[in-house]
Nanobody, 115 residues
Framework: QVQLVESGGGLVQPGGSLRLSCAAP????????MGWYRQAPGEPREFVGR???????WYADSVKGRFTISRDNAENTVYLYMNNLKPEDTAVYYC?????????WGQGTQVTVSS
């Protein structure tokens, strides 16, 4: 069973920042697109962003300019830097690895933006 290990969630005030981390096995990370999704209560899981092995990065419009994804290939870790957080960013955030038809998910980490 492939394990993606996430960390870094928590409670933050509006306008604050958080960094999420997701570590993957070397055998998966090196040739997988690494992405982030989130799911708010009562809502479907939605795409946040994805970093491809070739270096390109995609972002959802809702987070462009506020969130940044970074891959550390030496540490087999992908980061999600979240700035200027808003209450509507509150959700469980999931790490995702995609390699062809193979898709792996992390366990999720809660991010709550509230004053």
């Amino acid at each position: 069973q492939v394990q993606l290990v996430e960390s870094g969630g928590g409670l933050v005030q509006p306008g604050g920042s958080l960094r999420l981390s997701c570590a993957a096995p070397t055998s998966i990370f090196s040739d997988s697109a690494m992405g982030w999704y989130r799911q708010a209560p009562g809502e479907p899981r939605e795409f946040v962003g994805r970093a491809f092995t070739g270096g390109s990065i995609w972002y959802a419009d809702s987070v462009k300019g506020r969130f940044t994804i970074s891959r550390d290939n030496a540490e087999n870790t992908v980061y999600l830097y979240m700035n200027n957080l808003k209450p509507e960013d509150t959700a469980v955030y999931y790490c995702n690895a995609q390699r062809g038809a193979e898709i792996y998910w992390g366990q999720g980490t809660q991010v709550t933006v509230s004053s």
